[in-house]
């Protein structure tokens, strides 16, 4: 079924609204690692009102934002066992996890943010979330996603080879590690949170990043060149743990499914509606930038995509779904 069919899934769930409170009360918690101002966090507690609104008042979600409840292994090991019932993800731990997720960090498989909502927003896409039971013991409601990958340096990136030796910041997954050691840079996992300062005291060199958190976290203050290169996408996952949805009603499913659907939707079409602007903002800013495309890093990608696509066979079907996508 594809999971982001969220109008009818809406309709539907207001319909059950009513069934739903004779449902077992319940106060739900959902973590995530972004700051309070990110898409991400106030489509969270946008969520935790729509689910308090529908369920008439019987449900409510917590949410923790900004790595409250660990980062994301931890809070994947919460979930797990339970003890933590929701959560935004980025799709980097589940790829850890689950190799078949990596396929979607594929450098150059989608050519920009609506490329790339497209993707998520497909059965292909929604084929993977049907891995995530048996594979890491969650249940995927649907994707979200933040802006492509760009980096930004201390020093200027002209070429490939001046990345070689760079200490270059990543989120941890070994999707993006693979890219980055092929490119000659140093990957180095850091905390978002811990970004700004790493920068500042000369801890790492380059950090890969999107617009959208340079802008918000003011990360351009400690780096001054940008290579613009879009040369993955960002997705993220809304999961509810398997031991929890198991002790869940029908009703109380399907309606937090729908709901939570409805608002990863949400932050699709936001970070749609609103990449223009901020790459607007980012090359008005005093930055030393170059525009980097796929022949830029064509000796990384070989590399990558021979590692790759055997260890996620669901590259290929992806690959072709995009492509249908392109045209």
């Known amino acids: ?20 409170l004779n449902a077992q009360a319940r106060d739900f918690r959902l973590g995530l690692i972004t700051p309070p101002q990110h ?30 409840l660990g980062n994301e292994a931890q809070m994947v090991q919460q979930l797990q066992t339970g003890a933590l019932d ?12 689950i190799p078949d997720f990596g396929a979607l ?26 891995l995530m039971p048996a594979g890491v013991g969650l249940v995927g409601m649907g994707y979200g996603m933040v802006g492509m990958r760009q980096v930004l340096s201390r020093d200027p990136i002209e070429s490939m080879d001046d990345m070689r030796g760079q200490r270059l910041r990543i989120t941890p997954f070994e999707p993006i590690r693979d890219f ?18 790493a920068l500042a005291n000369g801890q790492v060199d380059a ?8 802008l918000i976290l003011k990360f351009y203050e400690q780096a001054d060149n940008l ?6 996408m960002f997705p993220m996952v809304g999961v509810v743990s398997g031991r929890v949805w198991r002790e869940l009603s029908a009703e109380d499913q399907a309606l937090i499914e729908s709901t939570m659907a409805e608002h990863l939707e949400n932050v699709l079409s936001g970070f749609q509606a609103m990449d223009a602007a901020q790459e607007e903002e980012i090359r008005g800013l005093d930055l030393n930038i170059v525009e980097a495309d796929a022949e830029f890093f064509s000796e990384a990608i070989a590399e990558w995509e021979a590692t790759w696509a055997e260890k996620a066979p669901m590259l290929e079907a992806l690959r072709e779904e995009a492509e249908r996508l392109r045209q």
């Not at 369920?55 to 409250?68: I, L, N």
């Not at 989608?110 to 896409?125: G, I, N, P, Y």
């Not at 950090?207 to 340079?214: L, P, Q, R, Y």
């Open 39 to 68: 898409m991400w966090s106030t489509e969270a507690e946008a969520f935790a009102e729509t689910l308090h609104e529908r369920s008439g008042g019987e449900h409510s979600v917590s949410v923790f934002p900004a790595q409250q």
């Open 1 to 20: 079924m594809n999971r982001l069919k969220t109008l009818t899934l809406a309709v539907a769930a207001t319909a059950l609204a009513a069934s739903s």
């Open 105 to 130: 960090y594929a450098p150059y498989l989608v050519d920009d943010v609506d490329h790339a909502a497209r993707l998520l927003r497909s059965d292909a896409a929604g084929e993977l979330l049907d």
């Open 207 to 214: 950090i890969d990043m999107d617009f959208d958190s340079i």
């Open 180 to 197: 980055y050691t092929a490119t000659g840079a140093a990957p180095a996992p850091l905390p978002l949170l811990e970004v700004y300062d």
């Open 227 to 232: 290579l613009i290169s879009n040369h993955m």
């Open 86 to 97: 929701m959560a935004f993800l980025t799709i980097a731990e589940i790829s850890n996890r």
